[in-house]
């Protein structure tokens, strides 16, 4: 079946260091959301990206989707500790919502 | 606060057992999902539902049944219990059936022992 590829599967920095975490997937995706759970928490949605090469920012944080619809990318400028949690893609193919395996991400401060 | 009701946050039952969860979605929304996570392991994708019909499967097992009512609420049963079911339940729900955020419940913690 379909598989988005997360990487990495966890990161540790230093709080002020910048963050990025990738999917890929091997067939082209309708489009690819992004979530956050903390931890001890439910998965919260972050943000949609449906056209090719599209680029969105929300304060610290780029979120990009590749020009083939196959890959994305969500870089977290100067970490803080409150951005502590998983970070999940999760890519459409046609009717299911496939979830990447997820960046655990841990902030030292 | 997401808008998703599951109930009960917490099961705690013992093999071959069975058991219902339950999940209201949010206002308006008419598509539901449920996921299962396990520890340290993402979201795998069960089944969903958009107005009372299934609409897509992933890979839920032939012990486990979901169904949608007409008020919207569903629920997943879980049967025939193994301790390898012991995980995280989620349910989400969207506006639309596909292309839509969702928005997630706060779980369901199953522990099967």
């Known amino acids: 079946g379909q598989q988005v590829m997360q990487i990495p599967q966890y990161q540790h920095v230093q709080e002020g260091e910048d963050f990025t975490t990738y999917c890929n997937s091997s067939t082209t995706l309708s489009n690819i959301q992004w979530y956050k759970q903390r931890p001890g928490g439910h998965p919260v949605f972050l943000i949609q990206l449906v056209k090719s090469g599209e680029v969105k920012k929300q304060k610290r944080l780029t979120f990009q989707f590749g020009e083939a619809k196959k890959n994305s990318s969500l870089h977290i400028t100067a970490t803080q500790t409150t951005d502590v949690g998983t970070y999940f893609c999760?890519?459409?193919?046609?009717?299911?919502?496939?979830f990447g395996a997820g960046t655990i991400l841990r902030v030292k401060s | 606060d997401s808008g998703v009701t599951q109930t009960p946050k917490h099961l705690i039952t013992a093999t071959g057992q069975r058991v219902t969860l339950r999940c209201s979605p949010r206002s308006g929304d008419l598509s539901v999902y449920w996921y299962q996570q396990s520890l340290d392991q993402g979201l795998q994708f069960l089944i969903q539902?958009?107005?009372?019909?299934?609409?897509a499967k992933g890979n839920i097992l032939e012990r486990f049944s979901a169904q949608q009512f007409p008020d919207l609420h569903s629920e997943l049963n879980l049967s025939s219990l193994e301790l390898g079911d012991s995980a995280l339940y989620f349910c989400?729900?969207?506006?639309?059936?596909?292309?839509?955020?969702?928005?997630f419940g706060n779980g369901t913690r199953l522990t099967v022992t």
């Open positions: 989400a729900s969207s506006v639309r059936p596909n292309n839509s955020p969702l928005h």
């Open positions: 539902y958009y107005n009372g019909e299934e609409r």
């Open positions: 999760a890519g459409e193919y046609g009717n299911k919502l496939v």
